[in-house]
């Protein structure tokens, strides 16, 4: 995938490392959690590779098991590791017990266990989608055992 405009925003600042930034009392309307739930780009090339994306936790294991075909696109890993975290973080959300979606100061998502523990599922979903380790599923496993 090549947009010019990002390309030229990217040589200025970087990679994409994170999702919008929101202020104040966002993380306490009900729509967060459907806008960070969204993950379109992953759920395509889920939809792709024949695998269905329900929220589950079996489901992360078949993203585990998609064929990395986006590893030699750099603008493509990114977005693609921002919506694997985001899923995996929606996972937790909708699963664990307690689990909910948190914001840091400057607006990066993360997941708050109901012992106070944060999860940065986002950077889970860079690792994830760079070389494929950790396994979402190792790490839903291990946030879901507390």
Same mark, same amino acid.
């Given at each position: 995938?090549?947009?010019?405009?990002?390309?030229?925003?990217?040589?200025?600042?970087? @990679?994409?490392?994170?999702?919008?930034?929101?202020?104040?009392?966002? =993380?306490?309307?009900?729509?967060?959690? $459907? &806008?960070?739930?969204?993950? !379109?780009?992953? +759920?395509?090339? =889920?939809?792709?590779?024949?695998?269905? &994306? $329900?929220?589950?936790?079996?489901?992360?294991?078949?993203?585990? #098991?998609?064929? @990395? +075909?986006?590893?030699? $696109?750099?603008?493509?890993?990114?977005?693609?590791?921002?919506?694997?975290?985001? *899923?995996?973080?929606?996972?937790?959300?909708?699963?664990? @017990?307690? =689990?909910?979606?948190?914001? +840091?100061?400057?607006? #990066? @998502?993360?997941?708050? &266990?109901?012992?106070?523990? !944060?999860? $940065?599922?986002? =950077?889970?979903?860079?690792?994830?989608?760079?070389?494929?380790?950790? !396994?979402?599923?190792?790490? *839903?496993?291990?946030?879901?055992?507390?």
């Amino acid at each position: 995938m090549n947009i010019s405009f990002l390309g030229n925003w990217r040589k200025k600042r970087g @990679p994409a490392l994170g999702v919008a930034v929101f202020s104040g009392r966002a =993380a306490e309307h009900a729509g967060l959690a $459907d &806008l960070l739930a969204e993950c !379109e780009l992953l +759920r395509a090339q =889920a939809n792709r590779a024949g695998v269905e &994306l $329900d929220d589950s936790a079996a489901s992360l294991e078949a993203v585990d #098991q998609l064929v @990395p +075909r986006w590893r030699d $696109d750099e603008e493509l890993l990114s977005w693609l590791g921002n919506d694997a975290g985001l *899923y995996l973080g929606t996972v937790v959300v909708r699963t664990v @017990p307690g =689990a909910g979606w948190a914001l +840091r100061s400057g607006g #990066q @998502p993360v997941v708050r &266990l109901a012992s106070g523990r !944060e999860i $940065d599922v986002v =950077a889970a979903g860079h690792e994830w989608a760079v070389s494929g380790v950790p !396994e979402l599923s190792w790490v *839903y496993a291990e946030v879901a055992e507390g």
